[in-house]
């Protein structure tokens, strides 16, 4: 009876993510929400961009999957890339925006990764991590702002990519202890596939330009 209990919760929670997700969110990558200042803006893009938290949801997963030393290669890839990507975006030495097809396969790859619970070599581990990092700080990048503006944003999103990926990940972990929590992991990585399909299937509705 626990055991069902705590199952019908975690499907309850599952359903609030993939609506949370599916909802359309008005924040983009180069603008304040409003409300907010340029800091806490920055802190909440990645979660309220749909192809940014299923991403990141996927990376945190995977990590947890794997073996500690493969683990902790991937997250320190992903924070190395991320960081420099956005320190180059901030200094306009490199360009922003992404297909948001890209970052929806790459949220797919890792999900499909998840949902069949695979050991990945550590290389290619940290080839997705330091893709999708680069993918998402492309798509974090301030097109329009003051340098402190376009600072304060960027400084935001790279903590909060920092908390969900460790954060994620750690619980992620934990959950594997776990049987039925282990496979509650698995059908998550199942979930983000049939968002990231859903999420893609309307961004191929019209013709895509980089965010």
């Not at 990048?141 to 908390?163: C, D, H, Q, R, Y």
């Not at 594997?176 to 992991?185: A, C, I, T």
């Amino acid at each position: 009876m626990i055991t069902q209990n705590r199952r019908s919760r975690l499907g309850r929670w599952l359903a609030a993510l993939a609506v949370l997700v599916v909802v359309p969110s008005s924040a983009r990558a180069h603008t304040i929400i409003k409300g907010a200042d340029e800091f806490y803006s920055g802190l909440l893009h990645p979660v309220l961009t749909p192809s940014h938290i299923l991403l990141v949801l996927g990376l945190g997963l995977l990590a947890s999957q794997q073996e500690k030393p493969t683990s902790r290669a991937g997250i320190l890839t992903f924070i190395g890339v991320v960081t420099m990507t956005l320190a180059f975006t901030a200094t306009k030495l490199i360009s922003g925006g992404v297909y948001q097809s890209v970052l929806l396969a790459l949220a797919l790859c890792v999900a499909a990764l998840v949902a069949l619970e695979k050991k990945v070599p550590r290389l290619v581990c940290q080839l997705l991590f330091a893709a999708s990092a680069l993918a998402i700080g492309l798509d974090s990048a301030v097109e329009n702002g003051t340098t402190a503006v376009i600072i304060k944003m960027l400084v935001g999103t790279w903590l909060s990519l920092m908390l969900l990926v460790f954060n994620i990940a750690e619980y992620g972990r934990m959950a594997g202890r776990r049987h039925w929590l282990k496979v509650g992991v698995r059908v998550l990585g199942s979930w983000i596939i049939a968002i990231s399909l859903l999420v893609l299937a309307f961004a191929l509705k019209k013709p895509q330009a980089p965010s």
